[in-house]
């Protein structure tokens, strides 16, 4: 026999439960502003205030260059499973915590990247600091455009697009 759950008992996650987000139905952004709000530090912030790894290796890691730790991490990430969904659970409690602490509407949430929160307007945030997790205004842009699958964010002060969704095979990156 098969069991069909009905919608009433189907669990729908909230936007700011889930890792990745983007909001579809916005097709363009146009001269209201959309800041990007970045977790600085995101993974080795996670691994420390939740006593993820030893203190010792906390130690090693907090001595290490930008570069080196993301590489180090990465690799223990790969190799460890259990600080994987450590890491991960942490990261999306910080970023869902921020989302509702600063009390941001769903439908000023443009998108999630994993450690990265867009949002649609000019909103005060109250608090920069979830668990450890310092969350920093990255980037400001002024449009946004979503074209087949992929996000065109432009900045007009700068007169910058940077996009989102564009793969480049290894072999083509600096080919003119």
Excluded: C, W
């Excluded at 983007?22 to 530090?41: H, M, R």
């Excluded at 006593?51 to 907090?62: A, Q």
């Excluded at 009390?103 to 949430?109: A, L, N, R, V």
Aim: proline share 2%; hydrophobic share 35%; aromatic share 10%.
């Amino acid at each position: 026999m098969v069991h069909v759950p009905s919608k009433k008992s189907v669990k729908k996650k909230s936007i700011a439960e889930k890792s990745l987000y983007l909001n579809t139905s916005i097709d363009a952004v146009l001269f209201e502003g959309i800041t990007e709000y970045d977790a600085k530090d995101a993974g080795f912030s996670v691994i420390k205030n939740l006593g993820l790894l030893p203190e010792e290796e906390i130690n090693k890691i907090s001595s290490m260059g930008k570069y080196e730790k993301n590489v180090y991490i990465g690799k223990l990430r790969g190799s460890n499973s259990e600080l994987s969904r450590g890491m991960t659970k942490g990261l999306r409690e910080a970023v869902y915590e921020f989302i509702k602490v600063n009390e941001i509407p769903d439908e000023q949430i443009l998108s999630i990247k994993n450690d990265a929160v867009f949002v649609i307007g000019n909103l005060k945030m109250k608090v920069l600091e979830i668990n450890g997790v310092f969350f920093s205004r990255k980037n400001n842009y002024t449009s946004y455009h979503y074209i087949a699958g992929k996000e065109f964010y432009y900045n007009s002060v700068r007169n910058e697009i940077t996009t989102k969704g564009i793969t480049i095979p290894k072999g083509e990156i600096g080919r003119a």
